[in-house]
Nanobody, 124 residues
Framework: QVTLEESGGGFVQAGDSLTLFCAASGRNMNTYTMGWFRQAPGKAREFVAATEWVRGRTRYADSVDGRFTISRDDAENTVSLKMNNLKPEDTAIYYC?????????????????WGRGTQVTVSS
């Protein structure tokens, strides 16, 4: 069983930076692909970023590429999302996710484990 807990959300101004953290618990967490998704009010949940263990690949949504950075610390079982130059359209609940599938890095919606989410609000 895997549990994920997000932290670090908050209220910021456009152009600010914020870092989200996800604490993972479970066996062999270093073998999971870890990712971040977000859901804005009235919209479907969307992929943000993912980091893979096996090949060390990372992947980002076009909307955040160049502004967000995903990192993992397998010794601490944590994954972070550094968000720079935040925009009002980044406002959403951000969810941490984990999956062992070889295709999870592609950013599809069907991940096995999800956290409860943390709110990020960006004011213009």
């Amino acid at each position: 069983q895997v549990t994920l807990e997000e932290s670090g959300g908050g209220f910021v101004q456009a152009g600010d930076s914020l870092t989200l953290f996800c604490a993972a618990s479970g066996r062999n967490m270093n073998t999971y692909t870890m990712g971040w998704f977000r859901q804005a009010p009235g919209k479907a949940r969307e992929f943000v970023a993912a980091t893979e263990w096996v090949r060390g690949r990372t992947r980002y949504a076009d909307s955040v590429d160049g502004r967000f950075t995903i990192s993992r610390d397998d010794a601490e079982n944590t994954v972070s999302l550094k968000m720079n130059n935040l925009k009002p359209e980044d406002t959403a609940i951000y969810y941490c996710a984990a999956d062992k599938s070889a295709i999870a890095i592609m950013g599809g919606p069907n991940w096995n484990y999800w956290g409860r989410g943390t709110q990020v609000t960006v004011s213009s």
